[in-house]
């Protein structure tokens, strides 16, 4: 069984910093791209980044492009997500997702919150 454990986040002023982690089991890491999500009350949940399986390529939405970066250890079965510049707006809860043989794996979500 594929699982998804996230640690990280917290509580940040503006302009801060925050990483998030994402270790996966129960797959080959190195073959699955893994993407960042978040979502906020009353709002669908937002791609924030995607990472291909190697690392090679990444994208992002268009509001964290320049702040937030993805990378990944697949030694470590580790996606991770840079978060830069942050900004009230960016308060959500992030999951780390990736499609395993067709099927949607989410982690537990972890909650980040920017304010004053």
């Known amino acids: 069984q594929v699982h998804l454990v996230q640690s990280g986040g917290g509580f940040v002023q503006p302009g801060g910093s925050l990483r998030l982690s994402c270790t996966a089991s129960g797959l080959t890491f190195s073959y699955y791209a893994m993407s960042w999500y978040r979502e906020t009350p009353g709002k669908e949940r937002e791609l924030v980044a995607r990472i291909t399986s190697t690392g090679g390529s990444t994208n992002y939405g268009d509001t964290m492009k320049g702040r937030f970066t993805a990378s990944r250890d697949n030694a470590k079965n580790t996606v991770y997500l840079q978060m830069d510049s942050l900004e009230p707006e960016d308060t959500a809860v992030y999951y780390c997702?990736?499609?395993?043989?067709?099927?949607?794996?989410w982690g537990q979500g972890t909650q980040v919150t920017v304010s004053s």
């Open positions: 997702n990736s499609r395993v043989c067709g099927v949607q794996v």
